[in-house]
């Protein structure tokens, strides 16, 4: 949501170039030269091409989608079954271009490929000793027609033509080849694009029933893994019509050649078809398993991380390391599956040919004639096409295609997930809103200066008169109304609500925790529809939420959030929810970084500008949810009058608060209670009804009467003089323009060059002892000696056959002399077909399982760093980055990974093998062998320089994309509200340009790699055919042996170049892991054994702090200043500061989070000498933002399973969260993040752990900030019930918590301004605390002064 300036980018060299440019990739050059002289970086990515922008693509994609919906509603209208389908979506918007394609494949592979064995048939029979010498006139074409009727031999000219035709064939096979494939991998990844696109937009509108029951987790996962799936479909697509056609086809000239044997042979090729597509199918069945633990794993990551410091505090690391274990076990089960099944899959290249060789010869030679060399390599040359075709592309189309569907099935199940009712306005507005948004403020501008000088208008309208207002003045109404939060429960969350809300009035909604306010506010929102009644908002709708949501991006930009920026109103904003002092402390002002959901500031602050933001925005009625619980008093107080009563007076605001003392000076009061309305109606009407929270209140008399109410602004502007004021405003505005320059957000480190060797040791060598490594190794090596050893013997039993004259005494003649029989040579080729085809299989499985091994250990080495790293690295790193590597960088090193691998293996030993073969024939080769292998080392090293830095630079740009993802999903209620939609999805579009143009350089250099290894492929062809052609003494099975090896090489050996370095590629994912398992740790877990606190310790609870000081990370600056204090046993000690002062910093000592020098002693013992679960363990928190974890109740609570039933449902019935309806508490479904638990709720399941735990000291941080009287109440009772014996140490907002304490602790910007008990400190004149109290009002400081003397009276007595 960075709406700053965005940088130009240099125009893509593919937009302008040339045919002749493309079709031989000439555009990628000045790419190579960049990449090869230093890395690549982010600001040399190129603008995206139009075709594959975001928003084109999204729009594309949408209008057809959308159609589909349309057409389904209509179907269903009529009665019929139709189910929108994403697959015709794709076919309508890719379909024509994929059609296009797919005619100039088969068009290659049909006319130009097939031909090639002709014409080595027809060379070889130069070589061959033909008994038949007579001249033959046929013109050189005529022959190939006439190719199965000729008999007579070859003149040399001839057989240049030839020869000259397999390098044609080959040539134009590569021409075509490339070019298509580019094009190919172009259009899935448009496709990715295009889907990415729909699925955002789709998130932005899903209503938030929908969200609860569909985690947050699979909208993320989505987009990481089953999108990747578009990338690797359509690649390979059309081979699945072209490959058994055109096996077909290569029967046909076989059986003219050999006759019925040859259909044997392709029946074996044919027979594997059904078994590759079944186990295709299965493939996918397995990789829907794992996607759905993966979208679990991810999930449970994503909680974890968000609940770090909690999980620390509590010392849960193990019971969650447990559940992850489980997950990830089941998850790497069906990973296993997956890889064993690819491994044979992948095996088949290996045998399936020979396999049919071996069957088609061994009945030839049996039933048929003698076989003659050009009979054998004829056969050779076709297998060897069918082998690239039937059983590389074939079977991998077969399982792309069905991931692919397994994809777009989840993906359409997504898209068709309930939306929100919105109101249609949202786009508009968004597009027009500098013109109509300025007229407006213009307007306004007056009239927000009169409230201030004549009393507010509201009041004065009798009660009367406001009922009889005409429809139009009444704001939102309620007939009747209910809703719930989870769609599938059978019980609504509120019930039957009848409500009026007139415009410009204040409303205050109050009620207990969990009664339905908040619930109240997101059904304005038409965030959750009305189960049954109806509900009418008239006018533009605000919204300031309970947790605030900030994204990462400056102050301002969180402030204004896409609304044009008016300096004066701006300033006005900022200035009425009191943020000038924290914006002037700020470190580059309002354009600070704040960053992922605000992590940099503190909880008032967060709330201020979260409120700020739904004040700067125009609108007719804003709801505030509880923005004043997280502030102190003071500042409460000042946010009430000066923005909601006078800023916002002519406006319609529903304030939900827990703050009673502000409910007499509003219009209406809404009193909730369990989901339905007790009461409403003007403070003084409800009086009379005496409802329990009303005379709660009044006991507790923490109201502010009326009379203070204008004096108290007036002393505001008395104390300073009107010049100072000027003075000030005008030194804030010079502030606000001049705020320094743009902070930028810390970026994710990129490394640099190439993976070293350690990487490839650390993966192979985490999962297995060393010699089981090298068994995996020589097993390879084995697979392909075997399968080399058949090429060479069937070229030998051919040459002996060659020479067979028919006459019987000189075949045996010959026999005799090779000293083997044909029998003998049928064994020796069945046995090693047969050792070819065991060996490749068992080598496949070892190696899968070696590589699961290694990812199994390497993900929980990554855990367990992870959940021993201190706390400032999770402040360093958004969520979004450290979830990158969970989610994308594990999924590569589980499954892309071993894929390459065993590929990148399995043909480099195929090449070692075809340059051995082809060096036995003629030892002259070696020299352009040479020649080549030094090229390819020279390309290959360019290629990797170039596609490591870019592939990096990949994996980075994605990472923003993951964020806006993640940061959008929390605070969906927000954007909505403030129709911003429009311009998320607008941000989303240009973080995924951004990618797209990481993403496409990589496919583009890729392809040009392979492209020019391929020509020079083709160079060695020419080579090995004409060298041939040279020597006229050349045995022909030889020169079979070598031609036919040398066009095996040109298809699989760029394959195998361009996998080698994709998992060069895909390595950086296993480093990038391996770089998070050595991440720095937190001091040791558990003490040395001369060091460990005996076990009741600690018996007392006496703290002792020694000259602490505290900073966040080591080279930050200091947060506490040299404390020095001591709280005896059993001791309550109230903190209190500004927001800010370092309040909760003073916990993060006591626990540890942070680095501290000095020390602090518990009972005598110093806490930096004993390990941390050790001290975690016996210190009771409840934090200020409580967190719950998806799972029961009961995991909640005591996620080690250490106390009995008995005592949890105890310690919940002690907070009062037992259920009325019977149904057992402890196993009550919570949700992600404790979603279906209200704020108040899910604080009172933090005080019943602790009162679970028991501990002999418990913090409170701001633990009542977010409830309302009666629980605040009731946690006050519970902590003088239960903690009577311990040390308590209370951070609090509210003073009358905490001004019976013992001691209060006064601090401000970190150091220790006051320590003693409250009554002697308001005993100083000149004290901050009495300043303090003196802040709460007339009415509230003389009732503290009061209750601080009698608790030091009863002190003194008891002493």
């Given at each position: 949501?960075?709406?700053?300036?965005?940088?130009?980018?240099?125009?893509?060299?593919?937009?302008?170039a040339?045919?002749?440019?493309?079709?031989?990739?000439?555009?990628?050059?000045?790419?190579?030269?960049?990449?090869?002289?230093?890395?690549?970086?982010?600001?040399?990515?190129?603008?995206?091409?139009?075709?594959?922008?975001?928003?084109v693509?999204?729009?594309?994609?949408?209008?057809?989608?959308?159609?589909?919906?349309?057409?389904?509603q209509?179907?269903?209208?009529?009665?019929?079954?139709?189910?929108?389908?994403?697959?015709?979506?794709?076919?309508?918007?890719?379909?024509?271009?994929?059609?296009?394609?797919?005619?100039?494949?088969?068009?290659?592979?049909?006319?130009?490929?097939l031909?090639?064995?002709?014409?080595?048939?027809?060379?070889?029979?130069?070589?061959?000793?033909?008994?038949?010498?007579s001249?033959?006139?046929?013109?050189?074409?005529?022959?190939?027609?006439?190719?199965?009727?000729?008999?007579?031999?070859?003149?040399?000219?001839?057989?240049?033509?030839?020869?000259?035709?397999?390098?044609?064939?080959?040539?134009?096979?590569?021409?075509?080849?490339?070019?298509?494939?580019?094009?190919?991998?172009?259009m899935?990844?448009?496709?990715?694009?295009?889907?990415?696109?729909?699925?955002?937009?789709?998130?932005?509108?899903?209503?938030?029933?929908?969200?609860?029951?569909?985690?947050?987790?699979?909208?993320?996962?989505?987009?990481?893994?089953?999108?990747?799936?578009?990338?690797?479909?359509?690649?390979?697509?059309?081979?699945?019509?072209?490959?058994?056609?055109?096996?077909?086809?290569?029967?046909?000239?076989?059986?003219?050649?050999?006759?019925?044997?040859?259909?044997?042979?392709?029946?074996?090729?044919?027979?594997?078809?059904p078994?590759?597509?079944?186990?295709?199918?299965?493939?996918?069945?397995?990789?829907?398993?794992?996607?759905m633990?993966?979208?679990?794993?991810?999930?449970?990551?994503?909680?974890?991380?968000?609940?770090?410091?909690?999980?620390?505090?509590?010392?849960?690391?193990?019971p969650?390391?447990k559940?992850?274990?489980?997950?990830?076990?089941?998850?790497?089960?069906?990973?296993?599956?997956?890889?064993?099944?690819?491994?044979?899959?992948?095996?088949?290249?290996?045998?399936?040919?020979?396999?049919?060789?071996?069957?088609?010869?061994?009945?030839?030679?049996?039933?048929?004639?003698?076989?003659?060399?050009?009979?054998?390599?004829?056969l050779?040359?076709?297998?060897?096409?069918?082998?690239?075709?039937?059983?590389?592309?074939?079977?991998?189309?077969?399982?792309?295609?069905?991931?692919?569907?397994?994809?777009?099935?989840?993906?359409?199940?997504?898209l068709?997930?309930?939306?929100?009712?919105?109101?249609?306005?949202?786009?508009?507005?968004?597009?027009?809103?500098?013109?109509?948004?300025?007229k407006?403020?213009?307007?306004?501008?007056?009239?927000?200066?009169?409230?201030?000088?004549?009393?507010?208008?509201?009041?004065?309208?009798?009660?009367?008169?406001?009922?009889?207002?005409?429809?139009?003045?009444?704001?939102?109404k309620?007939?009747?109304?209910?809703?719930?939060?989870?769609?599938?429960?059978?019980?609504?969350?509120?019930?039957?609500?009848?409500?009026?809300?007139?415009?410009?009035?204040?409303?205050?909604?109050?009620g207990?925790?969990?009664?339905?306010?908040?619930?109240?506010?997101?059904?304005?929102?038409?965030?959750?529809?009305?189960?049954?009644?109806?509900?009418?908002?008239?006018?533009?709708?605000?919204?300031?939420?309970?947790?605030?949501?900030?994204?990462?991006?400056?102050?301002?930009?969180?402030?204004?959030?896409?609304?044009?920026?008016?300096?004066?109103?701006?300033?006005?904003?900022?200035?009425?929810?009191?943020?000038?002092?924290?914006?002037?402390?700020?470190?580059?002002?309002?354009?600070?970084?704040?960053?992922?959901?605000?992590?940099?500031?503190?909880?008032?602050?967060?709330?201020?500008?979260?409120?700020?933001?739904?004040?700067?925005?125009?609108?007719?009625?804003?709801?505030l949810?509880?923005?004043?619980?997280?502030?102190?008093?003071?500042?409460?107080?000042?946010?009430?009058?000066?923005?909601?009563?006078r800023?916002?007076?002519?406006?319609t605001?529903?304030?939900?608060?827990?703050?009673?003392?502000?409910?007499?000076?509003?219009?209406?009061?809404?009193?909730?209670?369990?989901?339905?309305?007790?009461?409403?109606?003007?403070?003084?009407?409800?009086?009379?009804?005496?409802?329990?929270?009303?005379?709660?209140?009044?006991?507790?008399?923490?109201?502010?009467?009326e009379?203070?109410?204008?004096?108290?602004?007036?002393?505001?502007?008395?104390?300073?003089?009107?010049?100072?004021?000027?003075?000030?405003?005008?030194?804030?505005?010079?502030?606000?323009?001049?705020?320094?320059?743009?902070?930028?957000?810390?970026?994710?480190?990129?490394?640099?060059?190439?993976?070293?060797?350690s990487?490839?040791?650390?993966?192979?060598?985490?999962?297995?002892?060393?010699?089981?490594?090298v068994?995996?190794?020589?097993?390879?090596?084995?697979?392909?000696?075997?399968?080399s050893?058949?090429?060479?013997?069937?070229?030998?039993?051919?040459?002996?056959?060659?020479?067979?004259?028919g006459?019987?005494?000189?075949?045996?003649?010959?026999?005799?002399?090779?000293?083997?029989?044909?029998?003998?040579?049928?064994?020796i080729?069945?046995?090693?077909?047969l050792?070819?085809?065991?060996?490749?299989?068992?080598?496949?499985?070892?190696?899968?399982?070696?590589?699961?091994?290694?990812?199994?250990?390497?993900?929980?080495?990554?855990?367990?760093?992870?959940?021993?790293?201190?706390?400032?690295f999770?402040?360093?790193?958004?969520?979004?980055r450290?979830?990158?590597?969970?989610?994308?960088?594990?999924?590569?090193?589980?499954?892309?990974?071993?894929?390459?691998?065993?590929?990148?293996?399995?043909?480099?030993?195929?090449?070692?093998?075809?340059?051995?073969?082809?060096?036995?024939?003629?030892?002259?080769?070696?020299?352009?062998?040479?020649?080549?292998?030094?090229?390819?080392?020279?390309?290959?090293?360019?290629?990797?320089?170039?596609?490591?830095?870019?592939?990096?630079?990949e994996?980075?740009?994605?990472?923003?994309?993951?964020?806006?993802?993640?940061?959008?999903?929390?605070?969906?209620?927000?954007?909505?509200?403030?129709?911003?939609?429009?311009?998320?999805?607008?941000?989303?579009?240009?973080?995924?340009?951004?990618?797209?143009?990481?993403?496409?350089?990589?496919?583009?250099?890729?392809?040009?790699?392979?492209?020019?290894?391929?020509?020079?492929?083709?160079?060695?062809?020419?080579?090995?055919?004409?060298s041939?052609?040279?020597?006229?003494?050349?045995?022909?099975?030889?020169?079979?042996?070598?031609?036919?090896?040398?066009?095996?090489?040109?298809?699989?050996?760029?394959?195998?170049?361009?996998?080698?370095?994709?998992?060069?590629?895909?390595?950086?994912?296993?480093?990038?892991?391996?770089?998070?398992t050595?991440?720095?740790?937190?001091?040791?877990?558990?003490?040395?054994?001369?060091?460990?606190?005996?076990?009741?310790?600690?018996?007392?609870?006496?703290?002792?702090?020694?000259?602490?000081?505290l900073?966040?990370?080591?080279?930050?600056n200091?947060?506490?200043?040299?404390?020095?204090?001591?709280?005896?046993?059993?001791?309550?000690?109230?903190?209190?500061?500004?927001?800010?002062?370092?309040?909760?910093?003073?916990?993060?000592?006591?626990?540890?989070l942070?680095?501290?020098?000095?020390?602090?002693?518990?009972?005598?013992?110093?806490?930096l000498?004993?390990?941390?679960?050790?001290?975690?363990?016996?210190?009771?928190i409840?934090?200020?933002?409580?967190?719950?974890?998806?799972?029961?109740?009961r995991?909640?609570?005591?996620?080690?399973?250490?106390?009995?039933?008995?005592?949890?449902?105890?310690?919940?019935?002690?907070?009062?969260?037992?259920?009325e309806?019977?149904?057992?508490?402890?196993?009550?479904?919570?949700?992600?993040?404790?979603?279906?638990?209200s704020?108040?709720?899910?604080?009172?399941?933090?005080?019943?752990?602790?009162?679970?735990?028991n501990?002999?000291?418990?913090?409170?941080?701001?633990?009542?900030?977010?409830?309302?009287?009666?629980?605040?109440?009731?946690?006050?009772?519970?902590?003088?019930?239960?903690?009577?014996?311990?040390?308590?140490?209370?951070?609090?907002?509210?003073?009358?918590?905490?001004?019976?304490?013992?001691?209060?602790?006064?601090?401000?910007?970190?150091?220790?301004?006051?320590?003693?008990?409250?009554?002697?400190?308001l005993?100083?004149?000149k004290?901050?605390?009495?300043?303090?109290?003196?802040?709460?009002?007339?009415?509230?400081?003389?009732?503290?002064?009061?209750?601080a003397?009698?608790?030091?009276?009863?002190?003194?007595?008891?002493?």
């Amino acid at each position: 949501m960075d709406t700053g300036p965005k940088q130009r980018r240099q125009v893509n060299p593919r937009y302008g170039a040339n045919l002749f440019s493309i079709l031989t990739f000439g555009w990628t050059l000045e790419t190579f030269k960049l990449g090869y002289s230093r890395d690549i970086k982010d600001a040399d990515l190129y603008a995206p091409l139009p075709e594959h922008r975001s928003d084109v693509l999204g729009d594309a994609v949408q209008k057809e989608w959308d159609w589909e919906v349309t057409k389904a509603q209509q179907a269903r209208d009529r009665g019929r079954h139709y189910k929108p389908s994403l697959w015709r979506v794709l076919f309508k918007v890719f379909g024509p271009e994929l059609m296009l394609y797919g005619l100039i494949l088969s068009a290659m592979e049909y006319l130009i490929r097939l031909q090639q064995p002709l014409f080595l048939g027809l060379l070889l029979r130069y070589y061959s000793p033909a008994p038949d010498m007579s001249i033959n006139n046929a013109t050189y074409i005529n022959r190939l027609f006439s190719y199965y009727d000729n008999t007579g031999s070859i003149s040399w000219g001839e057989a240049v033509f030839f020869a000259f035709g397999i390098v044609f064939c080959s040539s134009v096979n590569v021409m075509v080849q490339h070019p298509f494939m580019m094009g190919v991998m172009h259009m899935g990844m448009k496709m990715r694009v295009g889907i990415c696109s729909l699925i955002y937009r789709k998130a932005l509108k899903v209503n938030i029933q929908a969200m609860s029951e569909s985690s947050g987790g699979l909208v993320l996962n989505l987009m990481a893994n089953d999108v990747n799936r578009f990338d690797t479909g359509p690649i390979f697509a059309h081979y699945l019509i072209i490959g058994p056609l055109e096996t077909l086809l290569l029967t046909v000239y076989l059986y003219r050649e050999i006759g019925m044997p040859a259909i044997y042979g392709s029946l074996i090729i044919l027979a594997s078809i059904p078994f590759q597509i079944f186990l295709g199918t299965h493939t996918a069945y397995y990789r829907r398993g794992t996607a759905m633990k993966s979208d679990e794993r991810v999930r449970l990551m994503k909680e974890i991380i968000m609940g770090i410091e909690v999980i620390k505090m509590y010392t849960w690391e193990k019971p969650f390391r447990k559940i992850i274990d489980i997950v990830r076990r089941q998850e790497i089960f069906y990973i296993k599956m997956t890889s064993y099944i690819r491994g044979v899959i992948m095996s088949f290249i290996m045998f399936s040919s020979r396999f049919g060789i071996f069957i088609t010869v061994l009945l030839y030679v049996t039933y048929v004639n003698r076989i003659t060399v050009e009979n054998v390599f004829f056969l050779t040359c076709f297998y060897n096409i069918t082998k690239q075709t039937m059983t590389l592309y074939f079977p991998q189309a077969v399982g792309q295609i069905a991931e692919m569907n397994v994809a777009v099935q989840r993906i359409r199940d997504y898209l068709l997930s309930e939306e929100c009712e919105l109101p249609p306005r949202v786009h508009i507005q968004a597009e027009e809103v500098p013109r109509s948004k300025k007229k407006r403020v213009i307007i306004i501008e007056p009239d927000l200066l009169t409230p201030s000088t004549e009393p507010s208008t509201s009041q004065q309208v009798p009660d009367e008169a406001k009922k009889e207002k005409r429809k139009e003045e009444i704001a939102v109404k309620f007939e009747d109304a209910s809703s719930r939060w989870i769609k599938s429960s059978n019980k609504d969350d509120v019930k039957e609500m009848d409500l009026e809300i007139p415009c410009s009035s204040l409303t205050t909604v109050i009620g207990s925790v969990g009664a339905g306010k908040s619930t109240l506010l997101h059904m304005v929102l038409s965030e959750l529809p009305c189960s049954s009644g109806r509900l009418e908002v008239n006018g533009t709708v605000s919204y300031a939420s309970q947790d605030p949501w900030l994204f990462v991006g400056s102050v301002r930009q969180n402030i204004l959030f896409g609304q044009p920026f008016h300096k004066s109103r701006y300033m006005e904003v900022c200035r009425v929810c009191a943020l000038e002092r924290d914006i002037s402390l700020f470190p580059h002002g309002d354009k600070t970084v704040v960053g992922e959901r605000g992590v940099s500031l503190s909880g008032g602050q967060r709330a201020r500008i979260n409120l700020a933001r739904a004040v700067y925005k125009e609108a007719d009625i804003y709801l505030l949810d509880d923005p004043l619980s997280a502030v102190d008093t003071q500042v409460a107080k000042h946010i009430f009058d000066r923005c909601i009563k006078r800023y916002l007076a002519d406006k319609t605001v529903i304030l939900v608060t827990h703050q009673l003392q502000f409910i007499k000076m509003v219009d209406q009061v809404v009193i909730m209670d369990k989901g339905r309305i007790l009461a409403e109606g003007h403070f003084d009407d409800l009086n009379e009804k005496e409802l329990k929270i009303i005379q709660l209140m009044n006991e507790k008399a923490r109201e502010v009467h009326e009379e203070e109410f204008i004096p108290s602004i007036q002393s505001l502007s008395t104390v300073i003089q009107p010049s100072a004021m000027s003075l000030h405003r005008r030194h804030w505005s010079v502030m606000i323009d001049t705020s320094t320059a743009d902070q930028k957000p810390e970026a994710e480190i990129q490394t640099i060059g190439r993976v070293s060797s350690s990487v490839y040791r650390d993966y192979f060598l985490t999962g297995a002892p060393c010699w089981q490594v090298v068994f995996v190794l020589f097993m390879f090596v084995l697979a392909q000696f075997c399968a080399s050893a058949c090429d060479f013997w069937i070229s030998r039993w051919s040459r002996v056959e060659d020479r067979l004259t028919g006459d019987s005494t000189m075949d045996s003649l010959i026999w005799a002399e090779q000293g083997l029989e044909r029998n003998d040579y049928v064994i020796i080729f069945g046995v090693i077909t047969l050792a070819t085809i065991v060996v490749a299989l068992i080598r496949a499985f070892l190696f899968f399982s070696l590589c699961m091994k290694s990812s199994i250990t390497l993900h929980d080495q990554m855990f367990e760093s992870i959940s021993r790293s201190p706390m400032s690295f999770f402040h360093a790193n958004p969520s979004g980055r450290i979830l990158n590597r969970f989610s994308k960088d594990m999924g590569a090193v589980d499954e892309l990974l071993p894929q390459a691998m065993l590929d990148c293996f399995q043909i480099m030993l195929n090449l070692l093998g075809a340059v051995t073969i082809i060096l036995m024939t003629d030892i002259a080769l070696l020299i352009p062998i040479v020649a080549a292998l030094v090229i390819f080392y020279i390309f290959r090293v360019i290629y990797i320089r170039t596609t490591g830095a870019v592939k990096r630079l990949e994996g980075i740009t994605r990472s923003p994309v993951f964020g806006h993802v993640n940061a959008t999903i929390l605070g969906l209620a927000t954007i909505r509200s403030f129709g911003a939609e429009f311009l998320l999805a607008q941000e989303f579009d240009r973080h995924q340009d951004l990618h797209s143009a990481a993403w496409y350089l990589f496919i583009t250099c890729s392809r040009a790699f392979g492209y020019f290894l391929d020509i020079i492929c083709l160079l060695f062809i020419i080579c090995v055919t004409f060298s041939c052609l040279m020597k006229t003494d050349m045995d022909a099975s030889n020169v079979g042996l070598a031609i036919t090896q040398s066009i095996s090489l040109t298809g699989i050996f760029q394959w195998g170049m361009r996998q080698s370095a994709e998992m060069e590629n895909q390595m950086t994912s296993v480093e990038r892991v391996l770089e998070y398992t050595k991440l720095p740790n937190e001091p040791a877990l558990i003490s040395d054994p001369d060091k460990k606190p005996p076990d009741d310790w600690p018996r007392e609870g006496a703290i002792h702090f020694d000259d602490l000081s505290l900073k966040y990370s080591p080279d930050g600056n200091y947060v506490l200043h040299k404390l020095q204090f001591r709280v005896e046993p059993q001791e309550k000690i109230g903190i209190v500061g500004r927001t800010g002062a370092g309040k909760s910093s003073i916990i993060q000592a006591l626990f540890r989070l942070a680095h501290l020098e000095g020390s602090i002693t518990i009972d005598g013992i110093d806490i930096l000498n004993i390990g941390l679960h050790d001290l975690r363990e016996k210190i009771s928190i409840i934090p200020q933002e409580p967190v719950l974890f998806s799972g029961t109740m009961r995991k909640n609570l005591d996620p080690f399973d250490q106390y009995p039933d008995a005592v949890l449902l105890r310690a919940l019935h002690n907070v009062e969260l037992l259920p009325e309806d019977g149904e057992d508490p402890l196993y009550k479904e919570v949700q992600e993040g404790g979603s279906n638990f209200s704020v108040g709720e899910r604080q009172l399941v933090c005080l019943a752990r602790a009162i679970v735990h028991n501990d002999k000291i418990l913090v409170l941080d701001e633990a009542t900030a977010n409830v309302d009287a009666q629980t605040d109440a009731l946690i006050q009772t519970a902590i003088r019930l239960h903690f009577r014996s311990c040390t308590v140490l209370t951070v609090a907002h509210r003073l009358n918590t905490i001004i019976d304490s013992d001691k209060i602790l006064v601090l401000d910007a970190g150091r220790l301004m006051e320590y003693n008990h409250p009554h002697l400190l308001l005993q100083n004149k000149k004290s901050y605390f009495r300043k303090m109290v003196a802040e709460t009002g007339p009415t509230m400081a003389p009732l503290l002064h009061q209750q601080a003397a009698q608790s030091y009276k009863m002190m003194m007595e008891n002493n």
